[in-house]
């Protein structure tokens, strides 16, 4: 069967067309982010961007006590605010004539902000805002930050090609805009929100985190860290659909049941997340299969899902998610395919047992 599954694997298509897409910087993504940071945000506290981290400590550490850092504790302890949900509402801000103003639906962010005051949020945020001349730090940083969005173009955007993942996830051509946003502040996290306004395509963000490795002593460039979050929001929507959710309300919690220790390493809780993560990142090795990366390459990334990234399921996932790919006119989109992922999940769980 493991060869049966490895040849599947195998199958892949080469992709030939170019992206076209402009890396960006964000100054409301910059701005969540540095709230989060001061506010005492683990995430958003990693400390990896050398000089830029230690210009935004000198910066806005006097405003650790801000009335705008106080809600961000507040909103965190009472509705768990963190991680993606802060780049949530970064996608949903905008600035007009110096000052930031909320788009888009409400509806669309993430459960812990429906509870909060938003009003009010976006209020104290235009005093942090203002009090800490935030658009004056970031202005002094343009530099850094345009130097090394040109390097990310340069370096891996020649490998991302956006219209695979809608022929992927939906069989149709390419509906949605992409946006490849470096964040300078969350060190190794990466984001994939998503907002729809009205009467606009939908929006798509790939969030990427800047470190400098300190091994190498310069900034990393991981292209699957952007393929993988240019995967979540054709991914994460498919488990808001009832009838997948049926499938996987009993599958979802076994798996992160017997694997717990592992996936929580990488704060994943909620079995939700779990299966999301699962099917994003068996997605990324074919993506990476069809792009015409090195079999070596694919593999390598297989295996460390499979080991240091606690998800030794995925030689079965990527297996059963090839066959969807050679068998699309059975199965048009991936949310006709879900049946197959629950049973591939569920077969695995009852092996291991």
Excluded at 162 to 175: I, K, L, N, R
Excluded at 208 to 222: K, Q, S
Excluded at 293 to 315: D, H, I, R, S, T
Excluded at 342 to 353: A, G, T
């Amino acid at each position: 069967m493991k060869k049966i599954i490895l040849s599947i694997i195998l199958a892949v298509a080469t992709l030939t067309v170019t992206a076209q897409i402009k890396v960006e910087v964000s100054e409301t993504v910059e701005l969540m982010s540095i709230l989060a940071r001061t506010a005492g945000y683990e995430e958003y506290s990693n400390d990896l961007a050398g000089q830029y981290t230690k210009d935004t400590e000198a910066w806005f550490a006097p405003y650790k006590e801000h009335t705008a850092v106080a809600l961000a504790r507040d909103v965190r302890a009472n509705y768990g605010i963190g991680h993606e949900r802060v780049m949530n509402m970064a996608i949903h801000l905008a600035i007009d004539n110096g000052k930031i103003v909320f788009t888009g639906s409400v509806q669309e962010l993430n459960d812990g902000w429906q509870n909060a005051d938003l009003d009010d949020f976006v209020k104290r945020l235009n005093k942090f805002y203002k009090d800490t001349r935030f658009h004056e730090f970031f202005e002094q940083h343009r530099k850094f930050y345009d130097d090394y969005t040109t390097m990310y173009q340069a370096n891996v955007m020649p490998a991302f090609h956006p219209e695979w993942f809608s022929q992927f996830h939906y069989g149709t051509a390419p509906a949605d805009r992409f946006h490849v946003v470096i964040n300078f502040t969350c060190g190794y996290n990466s984001y994939g929100p998503w907002r729809q306004l009205a009467g606009q395509p939908r929006d798509l963000f790939a969030i990427i985190g800047y470190w400098i490795d300190p091994a190498l002593g310069r900034p990393r460039y991981d292209a699957s860290l952007l393929f993988h979050e240019a995967n979540h929001p054709f991914v994460n929507p498919l488990l808001d659909d009832a009838k997948n959710i049926k499938l996987m309300e009993n599958v979802g919690p076994r798996l992160l049941s017997l694997h717990k220790s592992s996936v929580e390493r990488s704060n994943y809780t909620d079995w939700r997340i779990v299966v999301n993560e699962s099917l994003v990142r068996a997605s990324v090795v074919l993506y990476m299969q069809d792009a015409g990366y090195k079999m070596e390459q694919c593999m390598n990334v297989l295996g460390a899902e499979m080991g240091q990234n606690g998800f030794p399921w995925m030689f079965d996932l990527v297996g059963t998610m090839r066959y969807y790919t050679a068998h699309r006119h059975q199965y048009p989109t991936l949310n006709d395919f879900y049946p197959e992922i629950s049973l591939c999940l569920s077969n695995y769980i009852d092996n291991v047992k």
